[in-house]
């Protein structure tokens, strides 16, 4: 079903479109702060931790460790895994858990970036290593 | 500078309808105001104050023409189920101040006879709409992590459940009557791991209002005298995924200010109207405002504690969310009235609490496992 699954075409906008741009390269890119040194995700221009605008693109490792997770049971394209993960680089962020058997999931099960495709550029997920 | 005691409330209005196809949005909305002004002994040309919240069509402009008022004050603070709660606050405010001096607050909405209006996009949405969050699975993440901590269990999220299904057994309007046990909780259908289909509320239209009033009026009308003396209001999100910690809500911040500002405590509480979204969502904003310790909550709620003549801490004896009444998806409104009840003396016999004369009505909005608000009101019979 994930498969057949049809995810929505990131819009960008001038803020938020290097990342979509390295997306297509197969890039997973975080924001650090250069003036707190606090690493956040999804990027902005503004740290939300100090408020400088010295904040700069950085590629993650695209790895990290399942912080929690829920199986949605029944939608109209199927079950699906949502869930936070912890990148090893700090910021957590919203994702779903793909091309894996979603009821061996587990918190702190160590994950990667996959990417799936939109109309545009592709979207992030994980999956277990 | 503070509102205790600066405001009233002195009409309270519970729409008893929980499937309305055959109404507008708007009319529900006048009907809920109707209801709370006849309730307070006051008329629409009384009103100096409104407020409303997402749920209103077309927001302030057109709800205020509709309904024929001429306010000098209005908010329209939209926070999902919790906005409610947040303009009592808020009205207490703009009363102390004299900005008005009586304040309608209405929800209203149909959400069992269709779906609602998806909500704006947010900075975020590039980076989460693919993902999925509804209502079950964000909270559900929430559960997932608090039992992963705490070693919280179904069980223990089942008896928030039985409780408030013991309290609609009494309540003529309650979508669902029937008193179910642990085992029905956990035998129900799972929806989003760990929920289970009855860790969640009902979906249904109808709607709630509230009039909010200065001591001199309160005190010149007919209703007893209940008063706001503490309010708290705080948000949470994963701000750039910093130390992402799904185990407590923006409850901790609201709380603690709403219990400062009363000058009370929480073990002084007689009665709580707490947010039943799900399950787990009480468990959470028990721990939070500081009933319990956290990561106590499973043991707290457990065994019927939030049953009332039966528990420590009668909750949601309407029977909440969970079993009653959820209109517009937004709990908020519903916590507050049926607190107001207590505090009255008017709740069913059956579910009345004994010398009521503080209670606390307790919401979250939003998705509690995304981006959410929490608001805290402390309420005193006088
Ligand atoms: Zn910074």
């Known amino acids: 079903m994930t498969e057949a699954k049809k995810y929505p075409t990131p819009q960008g906008n001038p803020e938020t479109q290097p990342f979509w741009d390295a997306a ?106 | ?54 749920d209103a069509p077309g927001g302030l402009w057109p709800m205020v023409d509709y309904l024929g008022l001429k306010p000098r004050h209005v908010d329209s603070t939209e926070t999902g189920g919790c906005s409610y709660i947040i303009h009592l606050g808020h009205a207490a405010e703009a009363i102390a101040a004299g900005k008005c001096s009586i304040a309608l607050v209405t929800l209203a909405g149909k959400p069992r006879t269709g779906p609602m209006p998806p909500r704006a996009a947010g900075a975020e949405a590039d980076f989460e709409a693919a993902y999925g969050a509804t209502t079950h699975n964000a909270y559900g993440m929430c559960a997932m992590r608090h039992m992963h901590d705490y070693g919280t269990t179904s069980e223990q999220l089942a008896w928030i459940k039985v409780a408030a299904s013991h309290h609609a057994q009494y309540n003529p309007h309650a979508m669902l009557k029937d008193v179910v046990t642990v085992e029905d909780v956990l035998n129900s259908p799972m929806i989003s791991d760990p929920l289970h289909r009855m860790d969640c509320c009902v979906v249904t239209d109808g709607g709630g209002a509230l009039i909010v009033t200065t001591p001199e009026i309160a005190k010149s009308l007919k209703k007893p005298l209940v008063r706001l003396i503490g309010h708290g209001e705080a948000m949470k999100g994963p701000r750039g995924g910093k130390d992402l910690d799904l185990t407590y809500s923006a409850g901790v911040w609201s709380g603690p200010r709403a219990f400062e500002e009363a000058g009370v405590r929480p073990s002084d509480i007689k009665y709580a109207s707490i947010y039943d979204s799900f399950t787990i969502t009480v468990l959470m904003q028990l721990e939070d405002i500081g009933f319990c310790e956290k990561g106590k909550g499973g043991k707290f709620v457990a065994d019927g504690n939030l049953i009332s003549g039966v528990g420590k801490l009668p909750f949601n004896t309407d029977g909440g969310g969970l079993c009653s009444n959820h209109p517009v998806n937004r709990g908020g409104m519903t916590k507050i009235i049926e607190a107001v009840r207590q505090l009255r003396g008017e709740a069913h016999p059956k579910v009345q609490v004994k010398n009521c004369d503080l209670a606390i009505a307790h919401g979250t909005g939003g998705l509690l496992g995304v981006r959410h608000a929490a608001s805290t009101a402390i309420l005193e019979r006088v």
């Open chain 2, 1 to 54: 500078m503070t509102i205790k005691g600066k405001a009233y409330i002195a009409g309270i209005y519970e729409h008893p309808t929980r499937h309305a196809p055959d109404k507008s949005t708007a009319q529900l909305h006048a009907e809920v105001a109707k209801g709370a002004l006849e309730d307070a002994g006051l008329t629409s040309k009384d009103v100096d104050g409104y407020f409303c919240a997402g």
């Open chain 1, 24 to 129: 297509k390269q197969g890039k997973f890119m975080i924001k650090r702060c250069t003036a707190c040194g606090e690493p956040h995700y999804f990027p902005r221009s503004i740290c939300p931790f100090c408020f400088s605008d010295k904040t700069v693109w950085e590629e993650s490792s695209g790895e990290g460790e399942i912080y929690t997770f829920s199986l949605m049971r029944k939608s109209a394209t199927g079950p699906y895994a949502i869930g936070y993960v912890k990148l090893k680089e700090g910021p957590a962020l919203q994702t779903n858990f793909v091309d894996c058997d979603m009821d061996k999931l587990k918190i702190g099960q160590k994950v990667k970036v996959v990417w799936k495709p939109t109309d545009g550029a592709p979207l992030p997920f994980f999956t277990p290593v």
